[in-house]
């Protein structure tokens, strides 16, 4: 069975960090995962834990690309994370290298992917959280299409 979404209530930091880790052990070539939140949501945090369960050795190296707008981290795949808080439109991402980098064969991270939408993959993990609380937050990862489904169902399947 192909599992489109899942939905978590994270309680604290932590938790943020080891849905990350989750999700970096079942990544696969090609991924494009989309994060979407507010300020202080976690998404970067999300990020560290995604690095750490792709191999990477030192989470701390994990930053927000906010002002240098693209990193990448080695790992079991390669791993570039975005930041398109700055950016005014998916053209931009695409002047970046935003397709070479989706077509590498490693994972694309974009933080903020809901301002460039129009240039993301049609096949994304998207992953929306949402603050519930000071510690507190919801998160839905939502599926669009084979690879995304993949690793969904990789992701379920390593928590039971």
Known sequence: MTVTSIDRELTC???????GESIGSV????????????LGAGKTHLVKGIATGN????AQ???S???????EYPGTFPLYHLDTYRL?????LLALGFDE?????????????????????????????TITGDTQ????????????????????????
Do not use: K
């Not at 005014?88 to 931009?92: F, H, I, K, Q, V």
């Open 65 to 71: 690309p906010t002002f240098t707008l693209v990193h």
């Open 101 to 129: 980098m989706v077509q590498a064969g490693g994972t694309v991270v974009v933080e903020w992917a809901d301002r460039v939408r129009d240039v993301m993959p049609d096949d994304t993990l998207w992953i929306e959280l």
């Open 55 to 58: 191999g990477i050795e030192d």
């Open 61 to 63: 190296q994990v930053t």
């Open 88 to 92: 005014g439109s998916g053209g931009e």
């Open 13 to 19: 930091l932590q938790d943020t960090h080891s849905l």
């Open 137 to 160: 937050r919801s998160v839905r990862l939502r599926s669009t299409g084979p690879i995304s489904a993949g690793v969904l169902d990789g992701l379920r399947s390593a928590e039971h």
């Open 27 to 38: 990544l696969v070539e090609g991924l494009t995962i989309g994060l979407v939140g507010p």
